[in-house]
């Protein structure tokens, strides 16, 4: 069975500033790897994702996020936010043979304030 | 193009009464995904479609549940009865064949009185 712990329930930010959201996963098999986003009463959007390759993965509007296999982490990352970032983050694990079948965290809010 | 479409947005029902979701993928997605999130908890898996088969119905809570999709196309997602804890937002979501992105819908909003 797996399980994804998103570390951080609220995460306030000035704009500008840098944010990290921390995501770690535990799993037996191999697992593809997803940050997703949810504005304000919007559905979910798909930030990045890991299949395979190189660990460092760029996503739309700046974001990138790290896999590290050796501590199974998963960790989104952005240089300098805006008040648009606001929005609730989830990170997401599934398993390779069952591709859309997620295991989600608890999930993120990031708060950006001026 | 339209995006995944879910309705209705917002049920507000008695428990035992009967309530049915509804959602209409984007055009030509063969898969279909409802996953759930109760409040304050994390977004659970209930099913996938591949076309109009169950593939997966593993996340699925009980007998009071029950999913349909029809000709392939839309499906509806049927509670019935409705209890207090099934209270939540219900997200439906859809992909191409293979290792096609997931979009997902704005979810509805179930409130269970």
């Known amino acids: 069975a797996q399980s994804v712990t998103q570390l951080d329930s609220q995460v306030p930010v000035f704009e500008e500033a840098p944010v990290e959201l921390r995501c770690n996963y535990s799993?037996?098999?191999?697992?593809?790897l997803f940050w997703y986003v949810q504005y304000p009463n919007q559905g979910l959007q798909l930030l990045l994702k890991y299949l395979s390759g190189s660990t460092l993965v760029k996503g739309i509007n700046g974001f990138e996020a790290e896999f590290n296999k050796s501590q199974t982490s998963f960790h989104l990352r952005k240089p300098s936010v805006h008040i648009s970032d606001t929005a609730e983050y989830f990170c997401?694990?599934?398993?390779?043979?069952?591709?859309?079948?997620?295991?989600f965290g608890a999930g993120t809010q990031v708060v950006v304030t001026p | 193009e339209a995006g995944v479409t879910q309705f209705p947005s917002h049920s507000v029902i008695e428990k035992g009464q009967t309530v049915t979701l509804r959602c209409d993928p984007i055009?030509?997605?063969?898969?279909l995904y409802w996953y759930r999130r109760v409040m304050g908890k994390e977004i659970k898996f209930l099913l996938h479609f591949v076309k109009e088969s169950k593939q997966d119905e593993s996340g699925m809570p009980n007998n009071r549940f029950l999913a349909e999709r029809t000709g392939g196309t839309y499906s509806t997602l049927k509670v019935q009865p409705a209890e207090l804890e099934d209270s939540g937002v219900y997200f439906c979501?859809?992909?191409?064949?293979?290792?096609?992105?997931?979009?997902f819908g704005e979810g509805s909003r179930l409130t269970v009185l």
């Open positions: 055009s030509g997605h063969d898969n």
């Open positions: 979501a859809s992909s191409q064949e293979g290792f096609g992105e997931l979009f």
């Open positions: 997401a694990v599934s398993e390779s043979d069952s591709w859309g079948k997620f295991q």
């Open positions: 799993s037996s098999v191999s697992v593809y």
